[in-house]
């Protein structure tokens, strides 16, 4: 258990409203990514941190943005969401002072509609 | 950049038959492997991960995976499954210099039959 964790679990929402996700860890890893995942695809990065206040974009960024303000926190903001936005968030972060080995949280699964 | 690619989709096995997950990567550096496992909705834990050393990982429940650097592949094995062992199963690879973010494939879905 990496003490990860992420709220809520669960959201349905509709379209064109903004939605935050959260990930809190317990450990102080520097580290700390949003994934999303879609039948079909697997998991696909859509941004990371590298620490307060330092995030970049990954593989599908487009449609959200992200925030650090605490090493424990990593919030991830849909603007306005939309129904291509449903599907299976899940954070993740790295341990051990490598950017590779990766543990990950229970997920957010969130529906729009 | 880096990609993986599971060949199977889904793959149902009787139990104590062996299983072997398939899984080719691409890349133009060196890199470094993993599995993942993932149950019914929980998130995905660590099984194996190939850094460097030997070819043949061990990892947890019994699994272990080989490197075969001239094939590009990285093949998830275990002798005997049990009726736990059905979960998703996901292959990743990362570069080992640079951006170490994670590529991941499709995954495949292991069904053990009773």
């Known amino acids: 258990d990496a003490g990860i964790t992420q709220s809520p679990r669960h959201k349905v929402t509709e379209t064109g409203t903004p939605v935050t996700l959260r990930c809190h860890q317990t450990e102080n890893h520097r580290y700390m990514y949003w994934y999303r995942q879609d039948p079909g695809h697997g998991l696909r990065l859509i941004h990371y941190?590298?620490?307060?206040?330092?995030?970049d974009k990954g593989e599908v960024s487009d449609g959200y943005s992200v925030s650090r303000s605490k090493t424990e926190d990593f919030l991830l903001t849909l603007e306005s969401a939309t129904s291509s936005q449903t599907s299976v968030y899940f954070c993740?972060?790295?341990?051990?002072?490598?950017?590779?080995?990766?543990?990950f949280g229970p997920g957010t699964r969130l529906t729009v509609t | 950049a880096q990609s993986v690619t599971q060949l199977d989709s889904q793959v149902p096995v009787f139990e104590e038959a062996p299983v072997e997950l398939r899984c080719n990567y691409s890349s133009s550096v060196s890199v470094y492997l993993f599995w993942y496992v993932q149950y019914p909705n929980q998130g995905l834990q660590l099984l194996l991960k190939y850094l460097s050393g030997s070819t043949l990982v061990k990892g947890i429940n019994g699994f272990e995976a080989e490197f075969n650097k001239s094939q590009t592949s990285f093949h998830l094995r275990k002798p005997s499954v049990h009726i736990s062992d059905t979960a998703e199963y996901f292959c990743?690879?990362?570069?080992?210099?640079?951006?170490?973010?994670?590529?991941f494939g499709t995954g495949t879905r292991l069904t053990v039959i009773p």
């Open positions: 990743a690879v990362t570069r080992q210099t640079g951006a170490n973010n994670l590529f």
């Open positions: 993740a972060i790295s341990v051990g002072g490598s950017t590779y080995e990766q543990y």
């Open positions: 941190s590298y620490g307060v206040k330092d995030t």
